[in-house]
């Protein structure tokens, strides 16, 4: 009797143990990517095109979304990490990351932070994004020369009111010290009056006052609309510059719900960033004045190419398209060796060379 204990025993352990296996063997990773959120178009781009080129690259991938919740990104990092993952490609959400990027590098898995630097960590060495700095560049520009404001005299200033990203993404702070400084000479000499909070650069403390937590559209729509009751309520608005698509449709919609703004021709020149169907459409319509294109099929394939290269040994490889920068993006421990795609500035006069004849967008996605 208990002999046949013993063997259904073993038995049962061996089953378990092949079972165990098996799923171990189907779940084993090579790489984990891991994107921020889906509430912001880009991202599903940006995991579709990652997985396929990490596929394509021959590596067992998995990609996760974290719902703008760091907690719940985590979860998903350390599941990667279970599933023995020897690189992670990352777009966090906030610093609360830093936990699970520390045991990653105990482990001895590489990290690639993609497209937002992970600031307050020193234990990765690589980042790979747009020129975010240039992209905020693009907005003022566009503020600039629709506003014409080297014509403009302070007896008669243009107007304008502030939005920026998420706080706890540092890309929102490159892209607002990009667009003020093509802004800050002319809100200086007159030409160009901030209504409501009026930070001129992104550490200046009035930043945390138009910054919109976790890049949410309501949160956005619901500080235009205060601003268009109480700040901006005896003004007629030129501009409002708004840090991305999703953020700048939202405003947008407050803004053509007042009856200042209740036509085309009587909105404001709105910025955008991303390139989002709604917004070229917008673009295409007059509503929406820009957009900045990042194209993400660029960037999967230059991280999937850095990856790859890390993985085979390498350290601070060329990448196809991207400029290695070794000096400049700091996370506050460390410098990481960061590399840039250039972003592109879209606007009604090349938004269809741009986005539907690069084959992004088919024709019938924006007509
Ligand atoms: C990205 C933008 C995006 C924003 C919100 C930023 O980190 O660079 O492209 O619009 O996050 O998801």
Do not use: C
Request: overall charge negative.
């Amino acid at each position: 009797m208990r002999r046949i204990v013993v063997l259904s025993l073993v038995l049962l352990l061996a089953a378990g143990m092949v079972f165990a296996g098996g799923r171990g063997e189907a779940a084993g990773l090579d790489i984990g990517l891991a994107m921020p959120e889906t509430h912001v178009e880009r991202w599903q781009m940006d995991g579709a095109a990652l997985l396929e080129g990490a596929q394509q690259a021959g590596y067992r991938a998995e990609v996760t979304y974290g719902d703008a919740d760091q907690g719940r990104q985590n979860q998903q990092i350390q599941d990667f990490i279970t599933k023995g993952v020897k690189l992670l490609i990352i777009g966090n959400i906030n610093e609360g990351v830093n936990s699970v990027v520390r045991e990653a590098a105990e482990e001895g898995i590489i990290v690639i932070a993609y497209d937002r630097l992970i600031t307050g960590s020193d234990a990765y060495d690589y980042y790979i994004t747009f020129d975010n700095f240039q992209v905020g560049v693009f907005q003022g520009r566009a503020i600039e020369e629709a506003l014409d404001l080297p014509n403009v005299s302070a007896s008669d200033p243009k107007v304008i009111t502030l939005f920026a990203g998420s706080p706890t993404d540092n890309n929102a702070n490159f892209f607002f010290d990009g667009a003020m400084s093509v802004l800050r000479p002319y809100v200086e000499s007159g030409a160009l009056e901030i209504v409501g909070p009026a930070p001129l650069r992104s550490s200046d403390a009035a930043f945390t006052r138009i910054a919109t937590e976790n890049w949410r559209a309501d949160v956005a729509k619901a500080r235009m609309e205060n601003l268009l009751s109480a700040d901006a309520r005896d003004v007629v608005l030129d501009a409002v510059l708004a840090p991305n698509d999703t953020l700048a449709r939202a405003i947008i919609e407050a803004l053509a719900a007042d009856a200042k703004y209740d036509t085309t021709e009587k909105l404001p020149v709105v910025t955008g960033q991303d390139g989002e169907i709604a917004s070229v459409q917008a673009i295409r319509d007059g509503r929406q004045y820009m957009t900045v294109f990042k194209d993400t099929r660029n960037l999967a394939a230059a991280a999937i190419q850095l990856a790859d290269a890390l993985l085979s040994g390498q350290d601070t490889p060329a990448i196809d398209g991207a400029r290695l920068d070794t000096e400049t993006y700091d996370t506050g421990l460390k410098v990481v060796n960061s590399y840039l795609l250039e972003p592109i500035n879209v606007t009604v006069d090349n938004y269809r060379e741009v986005m539907i004849d690069s084959g992004y967008y088919s024709a019938s996605d924006i007509d």
